[in-house]
Antibody
Framework: QVQLKETGPDLVQLTQTLSITCTVS????????VHWVRQPPGKGLEWMGA???????DYNSAFKSRLSISRDTSKSQVFLKMNSLQTDDTAKYFC????????????WGQGASVTVSS | DIQMTQSPASLSASLGETVTIECRAS??????LAWYQQKPGKSPQLLIY???SLHTGVPSRFSGSGSGTQYSLKINSLQSEDVASYFC?????????FGAGTKLELK
């Protein structure tokens, strides 16, 4: 059974760095792709980037150079790191797996709610 | 970036009714389209991919259609558990983009 779980801080200070871990089970990171998607309170969904099963990454250029996605296959974990946080980065951050097609997110974690505080 | 325009933004329908949600892409996305359902406080769940393929375990009252720039999600015989927000997403080109969502309520 495919499962994903995000863990990270509830609160991050303005201009600081956000780190969230996505721990997966039921599949291998060398077989499935993992995406990061965020959702500000009461708003829509925004694709941030992906860790492909081959180890490559792609990012939404909206995040320019402040976003980094990495993984540890031995621990079945994918990591999101984003620096220079602003108040509009307050959101719920989801990781989602993809097995039905590169961009199709067929299983999602519960999400990690992050508030950026000034 | 490919813009996804979803309509309507909100929708009120009765139990047993058929509802349709539309999604228009700013350019041809060659059926690279998925639909997700999100219930309040929960994570999105995949319903449809490749514009018209039903994801495993999704009830057959959900269906997707369309091509080019115009796509739609149809829900036949609306059930109470279908009350949710629905989002379309294109995965033809980077960055992947979502529609703004349709909030479906019971009348």
């Amino acid at each position: 059974q495919v499962q994903l779980k995000e863990t990270g801080p509830d609160l991050v200070q303005l201009t600081q760095t956000l780190s969230i871990t996505c721990t997966v089970s039921g599949f291998s990171l060398t077989t499935y792709n993992v995406h990061w998607v965020r959702q500000p309170p009461g708003k829509g969904l925004e694709w941030m980037g992906a860790m492909w099963n081959g180890g490559g990454t792609d990012y939404n250029s909206a995040f320019k150079s402040r976003l980094s996605i990495s993984r540890d296959t031995s621990k079945s974990q994918v990591f999101l790191k984003m620096n220079s946080l602003q108040t509009d980065d307050t959101a719920k951050y989801f990781c989602a797996s993809s097995n039905s097609g590169y961009g199709v997110m067929d299983a999602w974690g519960q999400g990690a709610s992050v508030t950026v505080s000034s | 970036d490919i813009q996804m325009t979803q309509s309507p933004a909100s929708l009120s329908a009765s139990l047993g009714e058929t509802v349709t949600i539309e999604c228009r892409a700013s350019e041809d996305i060659y059926n690279g389209l998925a639909w997700y359902q999100q219930k309040p406080g929960k994570s999105p769940q995949l319903l449809i991919y490749n514009a018209n393929s039903l994801h495993t375990g999704v009830p057959s009252r959900f269906s997707g259609s369309g091509s080019g720039t115009q796509y739609s999600l149809k829900i036949n015989s609306l059930q109470s558990e279908d009350v949710a927000s629905y989002f379309c997403q294109q995965y033809y080109d980077y960055p992947y983009t979502f529609g703004a969502g349709t909030k479906l309520e019971l009348k």
